[in-house]
């Protein structure tokens, strides 16, 4: 497609359960992140991916948050035995190295 | 790592006047700084940005001005309108051609235009 798609837009789980976000960038874009956004909050870093190069996990808040993206492409988010506090809009965004970031719509996860 | 702070949080302004937001940057390799700008509900999209071998960028009524020896830059709306109301975020990296330079984002300024 055009622009970077993410799936599901609207995620609600209960509490302890996992859930997997999918981010599908712009086709050639070297780099990929994840971003938390909270109600009427800045955007909360998570996890950038660059090339072949290892990922920069610094932003991830617990163990129970992981990422990959696989063959440089789809990235996907995983939440396990999620929180109430993990309530929010996942925004992933991808670039031509660090150049003008391209966010998609996000997924908004409710955790009831 | 880059450390970019920013002010102020929340921006009033009278529909007609200007705004301004500034951010501070702490790594002085940084080289290329953008500003998006997300309306409520909507994704954060770029509006314009600035490379560190100029000083200022216009277009229409918003432009960038960039101090680098002082590691800061700013953001200027004139005339502004209703639909400029948003939050704005700026950002910095360096070396934009080169892997493991990411993007930093500032805090987010809330701009409400009244009119």
């Known amino acids: 497609g055009a622009g970077v798609s993410q799936s599901p837009s609207n995620k609600v789980t209960e509490k302890g359960k996992d859930v997997e976000l999918r981010c599908d960038p712009i086709s050639g874009h070297t780099a990929l992140y994840w971003y938390r956004q909270s109600l009427g909050q800045g955007l909360e870093f998570l996890i950038y991916?660059?090339?072949?190069?290892?990922?920069?996990k610094s932003g991830l808040p617990s163990d129970r948050f992981s990422a990959e993206r696989t063959g440089g492409s789809v990235s996907t988010l995983t939440i396990q035995r999620t929180q109430q506090e993990d309530s929010a809009v996942y925004l992933c965004?991808?670039?031509?190295?660090?150049?003008?970031?391209?966010f998609g719509e996000g997924s908004r996860l409710t955790v009831l | 790592g880059e450390n970019v702070e920013q002010h102020p949080s929340t921006l009033s302004v009278q529909e007609g006047d200007s705004a301004v937001i500034k951010c501070t940057y702490s790594d002085s390799a940084s080289n290329y700084f953008p500003w998006y700008k997300q309306e409520l509900g909507k994704r954060p999209q770029l509006i314009i940005d600035i490379r560190s071998n100029v000083g200022e960028k216009k277009d229409q009524r918003i432009a960038v001005t960039l101090n680098k020896t002082a590691k800061h830059f700013s953001l200027h709306i004139t005339e502004t309108q209703p639909e400029d109301s948003a939050v704005y975020f700026c950002?910095?990296?360096?070396?934009?051609?080169?892997?493991?330079?990411?993007?930093?984002f500032g805090g987010g300024t809330r701009v409400l235009v009244k009119p």
């Open positions: 991916f660059q090339g072949n190069s290892a990922p920069d």
């Open positions: 965004a991808s670039s031509f190295f660090a150049t003008e970031l391209f």
């Open positions: 950002a910095a990296s360096k070396d934009v051609k080169a892997a493991g330079n990411k993007l930093t």
